[in-house]
């Protein structure tokens, strides 16, 4: 399985027995050495920070939700799912912005 940043996927976090959505955010890497993506989780839960990325209504997102960008984390692609769409360029930017913001990149 190959990821590309943008792609929704369903994963069970193993918080409370949910199925939860994440984006992937790195770069597609057919080649990487090990079958990993880095995600941030999607949230409907807004608590009013910079971390949470507001994110446009599509067929896959029920209500209004976030990006939330402080959850980041990684996922073996094995339990990675199913796909369900991506998300827009622009809401990427925003998302690697956040992230950038958070690590303190300049």
């Given at each position: 399985?190959?990821?590309e ?20 955010v ?6 990487a050495?090990?079958a ?7 949230t ?61 990149i300049?």
């Amino acid at each position: 399985m190959t990821t590309e940043p943008g792609q929704v996927y369903k994963v069970d976090l193993g918080i409370a027995g949910k199925v939860r959505m994440v984006v992937v955010v790195p770069m597609k890497d057919p080649k990487a050495p090990r079958a990993t993506s880095v995600c941030v989780p999607i949230t409907t839960a807004f608590r009013g920070s910079w971390y949470e990325v507001p994110l446009a209504r599509k067929p896959f997102l029920r209500e209004q939700s976030w990006a939330n960008t402080q959850g980041i984390q990684a996922f073996a692609h094995h339990v990675m799912q199913e796909s369900l769409g991506r998300l827009h360029p622009e809401e990427m930017d925003a998302i690697r912005a956040a992230i950038a913001r958070m690590i303190e990149i300049k």
